[in-house]
C-alpha cells in the first residue's frame, strides 16, 4: 500500500464531504476555519512509502497526529514514512471538545477511529464519518488514553485516570462502547503526562509512559495480563519538563517500531525513535516541525 494510499484510507475515516451535520450531545460540527500552518521539515515531503518500510501492526501502528486549535478546529498530520509529517488537512470544528483518544478498533494496525470526551464528560466515538454516543460522566477523568489492548482482546483498552489519582481499565466493545471499569491501581495523580502506543520493548505487548512533577519519564512495561497490565515502573531520562506535550502515534519512521513525540514549550516538535529495546527505549530527538505551540492539545 503506498503512502498516498494510507492517507486517503486514514483520512477517509475522518473528513466527510458535508460541511456541516448534526452531532450527538453537546457536539456541532461547522465549516472549516483556517490558522497559520505548523513548519518544518514534516512538510512537503514525497507522498511514496519509504523503501523497507515495515507493514503497521498492533505493537507498531500507523496513527496520524491530531492537533486541535482553541476554536476546536482539528487538523490531522499522517506520517510521511521518513519521520516527518505530510502537510496537514483539516477537518471538522468540534465545539465543547475537552480531550481525544485515537484507536485502532479491529487492532489492524491502522487508526480507524477516535474517542473524543467533550466538556460535559460525554464520550462519543467517531468512526466511518459519523458519531455516536458511547458513555457518560467522563468529566471525572483528566487523562484519557488507548495503548492498544492489554490483555489479548480483540478490541483495545482505554485507560482513564480520575481526579483521586485513581488508573481505570475500559475493555471497548465491536460497536464501540465499554466495557464497566476495571481499577489498575491509585496514584497515578504524581504524573503531568502519561501517553502511550504500541510496544516500546520489543516483546509485542503495549506499553506506557509517565512522567512524573520532576521531569522524569517512566516506562511502564505491558504484561499482557488484562487483571494485572503493567510491571514495576522504570526510568527512562530525567529533563523531560521541557515538554509541554507527551504524544504516542505509533510507528511514525516505518521502521517498525513504536516513537515518541514531544512538543517543546517554543513550539517545536521532537520525534524520539523507539530502538525497540527496554533499556534504552529511545533513540536521540530529532526535530520535526515547529509551530505546534498553537494547538491547545495534541492526540
Known amino acids: 500500500m503506498t503512502q498516498s494510499s494510507r492517507r486517503a484510507r486514514a483520512l477517509s475515516h475522518l473528513v466527510t464531504p458535508a460541511i456541516a451535520v448534526a452531532l450527538v450531545g453537546t457536539t456541532t460540527g461547522t465549516a472549516l476555519a483556517d490558522a497559520p500552518a505548523a513548519t518544518g521539515p514534516a512538510k512537503n515531503v514525497a507522498r511514496s512509502a519509504a523503501a523497507g518500510q515495515h507493514k503497521p501492526t498492533p505493537a507498531a501502528p500507523l496513527f496520524f497526529l491530531s492537533g486541535i486549535l482553541p476554536s476546536g478546529q482539528m487538523y490531522a498530520y499522517l506520517p510521511d514514512g521518513k519521520g516527518g509529517f505530510d502537510d496537514r488537512s483539516g477537518a471538522y470544528v468540534w465545539p465543547h471538545f475537552r480531550y481525544g483518544v485515537s484507536i485502532d478498533p479491529d487492532l489492524t494496525g491502522y487508526q480507524d477511529g477516535a474517542y473524543h470526551v467533550m466538556d460535559d464528560g460525554t464520550v462519543n466515538l467517531w468512526r466511518n464519518g459519523r458519531l455516536k454516543k458511547v458513555a457518560t460522566g467522563w468529566g471525572q477523568y483528566n487523562v484519557a488514553l488507548s495503548p492498544g489492548t492489554l490483555g489479548g482482546a480483540k478490541h483495545p483498552d482505554l485507560l482513564a485516570r480520575d481526579r483521586q489519582g ?41 506499553d506506557i509512559l509517565a512522567r512524573d512533577e520532576q521531569g522524569i519519564l517512566w516506562l511502564y512495561k505491558g504484561t499482557g495480563d488484562g487483571r494485572k497490565p503493567f510491571a514495576s515502573r522504570v526510568k527512562v531520562a530525567p529533563g523531560w519538563n521541557q515538554f509541554s506535550k507527551l504524544v504516542a502515534t505509533g ?49
Open 166 to 206: 485513581v488508573l481505570w481499565r475500559f475493555q471497548t466493545r465491536a460497536d464501540g462502547t465499554l466495557a464497566p471499569r476495571v481499577e489498575i491501581g491509585p496514584g497515578w495523580n504524581r504524573f503531568t503526562q502519561i501517553t502511550g502506543q504500541g510496544d516500546l520493548t520489543g516483546d509485542g505487548k503495549p
Open 251 to 299: 510507528d511514525v519512521d516505518g521502521d517498525g517500531h513504536s516513537d515518541l513525540l514531544a512538543r517543546d514549550r517554543k513550539g517545536k516538535l521532537w520525534l524520539y525513535k523507539g530502538t525497540g529495546k527496554a533499556a534504552t527505549p529511545f533513540k536521540s530527538r530529532v526535530e520535526i516541525g515547529t509551530g505546534f505551540n498553537q494547538y491547545r492539545d495534541l492526540f
